[in-house]
């Protein structure tokens, strides 16, 4: 077996969606003669609440190594962990590194900060790594352009940090292309010395069947006759744009919609706070909320998601205004034998998950510039939905298809690349 350290500050019992890359990479990765050891942070220093259940799907013999954290200060002024805890996690990893056959380090980001540990521990050891992008680290969000504004500075500082911590990576990945393509851009060098290669999130059927044994019942709501989609996830600031689209369409055919619910779980803007609405005021702008639009802000547990997806008659999926954004949440809603309805950006790649698998019905727009048109056909679309998913068997689901995005098959890609690294 060779030995590969993924350094990830969140892992389980942590219930953030990042924790799954790294939680379904080190799950399968001995299969394919890998053995990771994890280096994480203690769950005493996680601000978010914590997920005892997704803890117990974890390998029985999983190795994993922990580090405190500084605690989080009032005022709070630095919540990111990797920040809080990046010395205590540079230290041990470079213990690590030195007193054990270490073959590889692989850090997933966000944290971005983290990802500065890799080229430190090349300096001082000659171990190679890599960074895996779950989102993009150099990323326009709206008020960066607003000079000396919080998204200004973080835009700025990602700006100068990025190219130190890739100069010296062996491996760049990302959830698709789109995510680190930017890197390539900034540093063109990279092509001659770094491997490229996109990977998905991947499903995990495991997750599903565990939760017979669990006996979670859903208790957000209930079924009341009605069609009931359920979006679950945070929201990103450009899909705001699809979503008020959306809306839009809706209040103008209100009428319409008196037999049909969307429920948004987990997209408050503070995960523990279940005030933080960010749906709601846009519901309330169009006049739908709580006969149409339901949002639940608080972050709720993984599992418990999943059996709120049991009890929706569809899966709602939203992209974003920007490409490279693959959700996901896609591959638990194929898995959830639900039928998905997608609202996608064309050039998403989930859009190639929802279509080729036979999961779900797709409704592409062009970014910002296809918004009028989305709202133009949401109401037809979302009708010929709701006559596919009463048809729908989720027997009819291509799995043959949809096992070249099983999280299994997504981590013997990473192996092959490891491996001839």
């Excluded at 990279?190 to 979670?216: Q, R």
């Excluded at 450009?238 to 959306?246: D, F, R, T, V």
């Excluded at 510039?369 to 989305?374: A, V, W």
């Amino acid at each position: 077996m060779r030995r590969i350290l993924i350094i990830t500050p969140h892992y389980p019992p942590s219930n953030l969606a990042a924790v799954h890359r790294s939680r379904l990479f080190a799950q399968h990765l001995p299969t394919f003669g890998w053995d990771p050891i994890i280096l994480t942070v203690d769950e005493r220093d996680y601000e978010e609440s914590l997920d005892w259940n997704l803890h117990a799907l974890l390998p029985k013999n999983q190795r994993i190594e922990k580090v405190r954290a500084f605690p989080v200060t009032k005022p709070r002024l630095i919540g990111d962990i990797g920040l809080r805890a990046f010395f205590q996690l540079r230290k041990r990893a470079l213990e690590l590194v030195k007193s054990e056959r270490i073959d590889f380090v692989y850090i997933p980001i966000p944290s971005f900060y983290v990802a500065l540990i890799g080229p430190y521990l090349h300096r001082k050891t000659g171990v190679k790594y890599g960074i895996d992008y779950i989102d993009p680290w150099v990323h326009r969000f709206p008020g960066s352009d607003k000079l000396f504004s919080r998204h200004w500075f973080s835009m700025h500082l990602a700006k100068f940090l990025e190219p130190r911590a890739v100069k010296h990576a062996a491996l760049i990945t990302g959830v698709a292309e789109g995510y680190y393509q930017g890197v390539i851009d900034r540093n063109p060098h990279l092509k001659e010395s770094t491997v490229f290669a996109a990977m998905p999130y991947g499903g995990e059927a495991i997750d599903h069947e565990g939760l017979k044994d669990l006996n979670i019942e859903p208790y957000l709501f209930s079924k009341n006759g009605k069609f009931q989609f359920v979006y679950a996830g945070a929201m990103l600031p450009n899909a705001y744009g699809p979503l008020e689209s959306i809306f839009k369409a809706i209040s103008s055919e209100k009428i319409q919609f008196a037999d049909v619910e969307f429920h948004f779980i987990g997209t408050g803007y503070l995960s523990n706070d279940p005030h933080s609405y960010n749906i709601k005021p846009l519901a309330e702008k169009y006049g739908l909320w709580e006969s149409v639009v339901f949002e639940y802000p608080r972050r709720i547990p993984y599992l418990d998601v999943l059996v709120h997806l049991g009890i929706a008659d569809a899966v709602f999926i939203l992209g974003s205004t920007e490409p490279h954004y693959t959700p996901s949440k896609t591959y638990q809603g194929v898995l959830s034998e639900k039928p998905i309805f997608a609202v996608l950006h064309e050039k998403s790649t989930a859009a190639d998950v929802v279509q080729s698998t036979g999961a779900g019905q797709i409704l592409c727009f062009n970014g910002t510039d296809g918004l009028d048109e989305l709202e133009a056909r949401f109401l037809s679309t979302v009708r010929s939905f709701q006559l596919f998913a009463k048809k729908f068997d989720p027997s009819d689901v291509n799995q043959n298809v949809f096992e070249r995005f099983s999280a299994k098959l997504v981590t013997s890609k990473l192996s092959n690349l490891l491996n001839k690294l």
